[in-house]
């Protein structure tokens, strides 16, 4: 048992040289954003983006009282939940809230179960909105996907690539979105003023490695910000890769 798998007292078959590759948190200055939790009966995601607006315009409409709202066949949001009183948060959603089209943003539920959601900071319509994570979707940043340790099954490759947000459970036991570039909130009175330029979400081992290949300032050239994240995609995918060190994937980051 050691630091490097968890301390783990499982056996471990692994390559010779797997232990000493850097984990994916080790290549990133940020290490990523927990996905987003919902918890209400799938009511804030759906396959098709028309069904979405649709019921989130119906939800967000103050001209339907609630007791009207509620009897309809298709209302949402209905159930209280020990953190979710439905009539209280749907009266604050109509007083702070006007539907946008705007607020919806792709969905991954699953590795290719492509979704939309309809993401709003009102709490507690979400029960984990992750404004951290949103403020990365929203200035159009890409993510690769992992999670810190395997589940109790075998899940395939551990990595994926996404737009936009990702489910809490897209990968199990929890998946954690590291974004390819990093942009930075800044303060202002409308949303163009909130992010500034993007700068490559690579830590100082990532950009000395790169500084000795000769290669572009990643802050600069997207290519090369990129690179690192791409690689570890292409290897994540390996049949060799994944059958070799198994056992290390599975208790803690994956190693590149």
């Given amino acids: 048992p050691r630091a490097g798998n968890r301390h783990s007292l499982k056996p471990m078959d692994v390559s010779s040289a797997y232990a000493s590759w850097p984990t994916i948190a080790d290549l990133s200055a940020v290490v990523g954003y927990q996905g987003l939790s919902e918890d209400r009966r799938k009511a804030l995601f759906a396959p098709s983006k028309r069904v979405l607006v649709e019921r989130l315009e119906r939800y ?5 009282s609630w007791e009207d709202y509620k009897a309809s066949p298709d209302a949402i949001l209905i159930d209280d939940y020990v953190d979710f009183s439905a009539q209280a948060v749907r009266q604050k ?8 089209e705007a607020s919806v943003y792709p969905y991954a539920v699953r590795p290719f179960d492509n979704q939309y959601c309809y993401w709003s900071e009102l709490r507690p319509l979400w029960r984990r909105h992750r404004p ?8 159009k940043q890409n993510f690769l996907v992992t999670r810190v340790k395997g ?15 990702c489910d809490y459970h897209y990968l199990p ?6 974004p390819l570039g990093l942009t930075q909130k800044k303060t202002g009175d409308t949303q163009e003023d909130w992010f500034s330029d993007a700068t490559a979400n690579l830590s100082p081992t990532a950009r000395a490695y790169l500084a000795a290949l000769d290669l572009p300032d990643p802050d600069t050239d997207p290519n090369t910000a990129e690179l690192i994240w791409m690689h570890a995609l292409a290897i994540g995918y390996s049949p060799t890769y994944l059958g070799d060190n198994a056992d290390g994937i599975r208790e803690n980051w994956p190693r590149i």
């Fill in 173 to 178: 036991p929890n998946a954690s979105a590291f």
């Fill in 60 to 64: 967000l409409d103050s001209g339907i």
């Fill in 93 to 100: 959603a109509l007083l702070t809230l006007t539907f946008s």
């Fill in 132 to 139: 951290d994570f949103a403020a990365q979707v929203k200035s």
């Fill in 151 to 165: 589940g109790n099954r075998d899940e395939g490759s551990p990595l994926s690539f996404i737009s936009g947000f």
